[in-house]
């Protein structure tokens, strides 16, 4: 069975600190890694995917992730955040390439990121 | 509409009750999922429709648990005999293609007393 481990619970920086938060993931296959993000107050939302190509990954707001198949990680960074992104982080993955069947996706327990202004 | 909806956004209800829950996804999107969300943990995926059928109902925890999607957009997901562990948020998603972006609801909040 499919899991996704987020080691890092609770994760607070001040603004303009460089952040990685750490996922890894168990899967025999082929895989598409998303992050999703919730904003206080505001539903799930996704903030990058891959699916295949380029393992560097680059999303909304400044946010890019990295995907190392050899590590089975799929690490989120951004150089400088703020406070603005201050919310609970999601990683997630599903079966990817023609594995009909695995759309379903698994979840992280999430990280949430507080950031001091 | 212009994203999910998911109603009711709270619902309190008794131990042994049972209750609906509704979804109503982007139009247009074939693939709904249901999702389920403890306090302090990610989403525990339920069910995932595949127009009117479901395609994988692995994630219901038992047989008090049921979702439907009869004309191939709204759902319900239904749950009787309904248990204090049953509380938590539910999560209802849908999307174009299945497997790739999911667009999430702001959820219903169950609890049981």
């Known amino acids: 069975a499919q899991s996704v481990s987020q080691h890092n619970h609770h994760v607070i920086l001040s603004e303009a600190a460089s952040l990685e938060l750490g996922c890894n993931y168990s899967?025999?296959?082929?895989?598409?890694l998303f992050w999703y993000v919730q904003y206080p107050g505001q539903h799930l939302q996704l903030l990058l995917k891959?699916?295949?190509?380029?393992?560097l990954v680059k999303g909304i707001k400044g946010f890019e992730a990295e995907f190392i198949k050899s590590k089975f990680s799929f690490n989120l960074r951004k150089p400088s955040v703020q406070w603005s992104d201050t919310a609970e982080y999601f990683c997630a993955v599903n079966g990817g390439g023609t594995n009909f069947g695995n759309e379903k996706l698994t979840f992280g327990t999430g990280t949430r990121l507080t950031i001091i202004p | 509409g212009a994203g999910v909806s998911q109603t009711p956004s709270n619902k309190v209800t008794e131990k042994g009750k049972y209750v609906e829950l509704r979804c109503d996804p982007i139009?247009?999107?074939?693939?709904l999922y249901w999702y389920r969300q403890s306090l302090g943990q990610g989403p525990e995926f339920l069910i995932y429709f595949q127009g009117t059928g479901a395609a994988d109902d692995s994630g219901l925890p038992n047989d008090r648990f049921f979702a439907v999607r009869p004309e191939g957009s709204v759902s319900t997901l239904k749950i009787q005999r309904t248990e204090r562990g049953d509380s938590a948020m539910y999560l209802c998603a849908s999307s174009a293609t299945p497997g790739e972006k999911l667009f999430f609801g702001s959820g219903t909040q169950l609890s049981v007393l």
């Open positions: 891959y699916f295949s190509g380029d393992p």
């Open positions: 139009s247009g999107h074939t693939a």
């Open positions: 899967y025999g296959g082929t895989v598409n």
